[in-house]
């Protein structure tokens, strides 16, 4: 009986230490097919690989892309002001995320970047953006936006099809479709919700009480949520959040280092960041 049960154990063990094992070789058979993909989505065409990386994708409302660089420019035009109550303790977040950023974070993208090509960190990128489409459709729908929901549809069509799995965008490359950026924050806001106050979460960054809710909202439609087991989609979300962290490299410390008090310049371009969005 004892040696029954010491066998049962053992198998127990040996299954559950082969998970990580698992998790590992599933990353590194996403990352090939990412490689291969990329390069059967647009053979010899250099021209795609540049377009895509100069449209970046949003994979998260809450993150920092390219339109800050614009709105940055546009801080002394407007000022959109919300309500801070929780200032002390956004401060020590604040503080907080810039640690994990230059002491964490940047370390790990800059490895990831030096050993990920461009190519494929585009696929990866495109697939994460393809497969979120549920987010952005199901939200347009919301809004009464048809003909968003309609060209989600179908750049979902044509990338899973012809972009092999999302790894490729001939959606936008040959179609001139563009990914419609909606969220539940946006949504939220169409039907009468204001800002209410600024936040700031440790890891995610800035957000407001209303982006909060959409963003945990959002979560609901995200396929990534519901892929089993729940190792492997950790380990999805967490390459989604570093190969588009990827792209955004120095793009902190930009703002960081031309403002006279980084909290307050990231609250407002932020705030200004979502406003130019709901407008849109």
Not at 4 to 33: K, W
Not at 51 to 79: G, S
Not at 100 to 116: E, H, N
Not at 244 to 273: C, H, N, V, W
Request: charged letters at 20%; glycine letters at 8%; hydrophobic letters at 40%.
């Amino acid at each position: 009986m004892k040696n029954r049960d010491l066998r049962t154990n053992q198998r127990y063990e040996g299954r559950q230490g082969n998970r990580p094992s698992f998790v590992v070789l599933s990353s590194i058979v996403f990352c090939l097919l990412a490689i291969i993909a990329a390069g059967c989505a647009a053979p010899g065409n250099t021209n795609s690989v540049q377009t895509q990386a100069d449209h970046q994708q949003m994979d998260d409302p809450n993150a920092i892309d390219d339109d800050f660089a614009l709105l940055e420019e546009e801080l002394v035009e407007e000022k959109i002001e919300v309500p801070d109550p929780l200032e002390p303790v956004n401060r020590i977040m604040f503080g907080l995320n810039d640690i994990l950023y230059f002491w964490v974070a940047k370390p790990i993208l800059q490895v990831y970047t030096g050993v990920m090509p461009e190519p494929a960190r585009i696929g990866i990128r495109n697939f994460f953006s393809n497969a979120s489409t549920p987010v952005r459709l199901v939200n347009c729908l919301l809004q009464g936006r048809n003909d968003g929901a309609n060209t989600e549809l179908r750049r979902f069509a044509i990338n899973t099809t012809a972009g092999i799995l999302g790894f490729g965008d001939p959606a936008l490359d040959q179609h001139g479709l563009e990914p419609v950026k909606e969220d539940l924050g946006q949504t939220l806001a169409v039907y009468g919700l204001d800002n209410g106050f600024y936040i700031v979460w440790p890891f995610f960054g800035p957000s407001t009480a209303r982006d909060s809710v959409g963003m945990a909202g959002d979560q609901f439609l995200n396929p990534l949520r519901y892929v089993d087991p729940r190792e492997v989609s950790i380990g999805l979300s967490i390459t989604k959040g570093v190969n588009a962290g990827s792209f955004q490299i120095g793009t902190y410390e930009e703002l960081k280092d031309d403002a006279f008090e980084p909290y307050i310049a990231m609250r407002e371009l932020y705030i200004q960041y979502r406003d130019k969005q709901i407008e849109e």
